[in-house]
């Protein structure tokens, strides 16, 4: 069976890199009929911040990555929190200390640095295992302990990079298990991973370069390699770095807050870097289980594009609603609303929403581009007088051509989308205007908005009454 994990340290928010490294171990798992865990890293207790693990929960949740083990479903390989396995590493550890591969070192810091220090000053590298303490004590917890590498050439494949090798030049005595009791992340990892079964590492590719330190161990434990996946960055907008949180990428929170849906972006996300080698872009996510291969994993970073991101998710709003209705739309909107809208039924709500929602990137779109719907907007003449459809007519001109409207819609015994445009179609024949002219006059005067739906699905929603008093109050204002 495929075992895969996802293993986040609950340090801050969790960000487009990590999600990614969410998203191809599941992809994986579910497409062999295999599993997923999920465990936390927090090990790291200077940096444990408060909250974050049920951010990370969260998230996978919202994103329907659901996990096999874990916290909260639990499983047969706990616990899952790194911090409640102390014990277990303590064990493994022992066992390098009785094949001679591991020992105490009580060295201070500041020895240490002395050393480094000196390797410095004579321009070669500073390695650990060249300063060992001749006599280290018994260990006991409390004193750090290093792994005692036997320098050697590793050779190893990477699902992604493909075959790699390395000298004995890069292997150092790291540290196992540190001061506080808690292993590190080198050590941690390795045990966890034999320890629940993991048959497939994913991570960053930052931690290629210490692969090398991983094989020593696993040999040094006789444990059997699992398949190393190394994911290469995701670079900022500009491609030439990693992208952090200073080139403008939100965490997925911020995302999710902004309106963009959990479809686009585990959509957007899976395909930063990954493709089947066909033109589409848009997936499910059964699809993407069913096409998702590692040998399609393209080996170099893959440039955040935040523009594509948003694209993305216009098209996922257009085909929730094209495939399960409007109200399937809505069911997500309950945040994006402005204020006034409150005060409107779930009915209106859902008639302006079916006019106005291929227009919108995001569902956060919605505080202004429907604001007219629910309160009257503030009369702004300069916009009628400035648009360069309206500017060279004369300001008694647009007020007559307001009136005949009225007049036109005053006496109008239907009032729904297609009548309303047979209206518009009339108004045009009698007033000899084109359409972009007459049409933005009255698009202007019933929303005083950049851009709104059709007109005559926009006043269709708004109703007789609203956009004949708004019409009129135009009219008078001119």
Partial sequence: MIVTRFAPSPTGYIHIGNVRSAI????????????????????????????????????????????????????????YFQSERKEIYHE??????????????????????????????????????????ENPPEWQPGTPLRFKVEPKSYQWHDEVMGDMHSGPEVLDDIILIKKDG??????????????????????GVEYLSSTPNYLAIYEALGLTRPKLVSLPHILAPTGNKKLGKRDGAKSVTEYRDDGVLAEAMLNYLACLGWNDGTEQEIYTKAELIKNFSLDRVQNSG???????????????????????????LYSRTDNFWPASAASHSQEYRIKVLSIIYDRLKTLSDLREMTAYFFSDPEINTDMIINNKFLKKMPESELESLLKECI?????????????????????????????????????????????????NLTMDVLGKDTTLARLNAVARAI
Avoid at 43 to 72: M, Q, S
Avoid at 192 to 199: H, K, Q, R
Avoid at 312 to 317: A, E, R, V, Y
């Fill in 92 to 133: 493994w550890a022992r066992k390098l200390i009785a094949t001679g591969r591991a020992y105490a070192d009580p060295t201070p810091p500041e020895k240490i640095d002395e050393y480094r220090k000196q390797c410095n000053e004579q321009k070669i590298p500073f390695l650990y295992r060249n300063f060992r303490p």
């Fill in 302 to 328: 893959a440039r955040y594009d935040e523009t594509k991101l948003l694209w993305m998710n216009g098209q996922w709003i257009r085909r929730i609603v094209d495939e399960q209705g409007v109200e399937a």
């Fill in 182 to 203: 808690f292993p590190t992340y080198n050590f941690a990892h390795i045990v966890d991973d034999a320890e629940m079964g993991v048959t497939h590492v994913m991570r």
């Fill in 407 to 455: 007049a036109k819609l005053t006496n109008l015994n239907n009032w729904d989308a297609d009548s309303l445009q047979a209206a518009l179609n009339d108004l045009l024949a009698e007033t000899n205007k084109k359409p972009a002219e007459l049409f933005s006059l009255i698009r202007i005067a019933l929303s005083f908005a950049p851009f709104s739906p059709a007109l």
């Fill in 24 to 79: 191809y171990p599941y992809l994986l798992a579910r497409q062999n009929d295999g599993k997923m865990i999920l465990r936390i890293e927090d090990t790291d207790r200077a940096r444990y911040v408060e909250g974050a693990t049920e951010l990370i929960e969260d998230t996978l949740e919202w994103l329907g990555l659901n996990w096999d083990e874990g916290p909260i479903v639990g499983g047969s390989h706990g616990p």
